[in-house]
């Protein structure tokens, strides 16, 4: 039997300039961190940046948020950023990426304004795992709210799913 979905939860996982800038752009990370997708997957999730050109995931994004749209009130978003101090022990491994209010921490093109709208919901992690953050849980709940699990659909996009 088909349930009815009353809620769609939507992650965007790490969709940050210091993993999916293009070369040349505004938040292009000056030395490229061990964890930036690469030119060739920047290609296919943002197009290659020529004027006039389509930028598929700022488009898509935009997309979620267009509240006179056929679907869009039941749909939440949770953006997943990874978000450091200036300075922070995984930066020996993966290099320093993401550091708070740096053009890398951002989101691409035109999507940075989007994290204010009232159906998105942004969890800045200072962890390669969400699900760890304190804030996470409550998160979570008001994404979801009283929905009965079985009418809830979840989908996950971006660059860094594990």
Known sequence: MTQNVERIVQFLVCPQNDFMARPGEPGYPERVSMLHVGSDAVLKLRGDGRPGSRDPFVETMHRFFRDGDPGTSRL???IDEDWHPRHCEEFSTFGEHCVRGSPGAELPGGAQDNRYHHRCHVIRAN???????HHYAGVLQKACGNVRSESIRVGVFGVWTQ
């Open 76 to 78: 939440q978003v949770v």
């Open 127 to 133: 962890s390669i795992c969400i699900a760890s953050d």
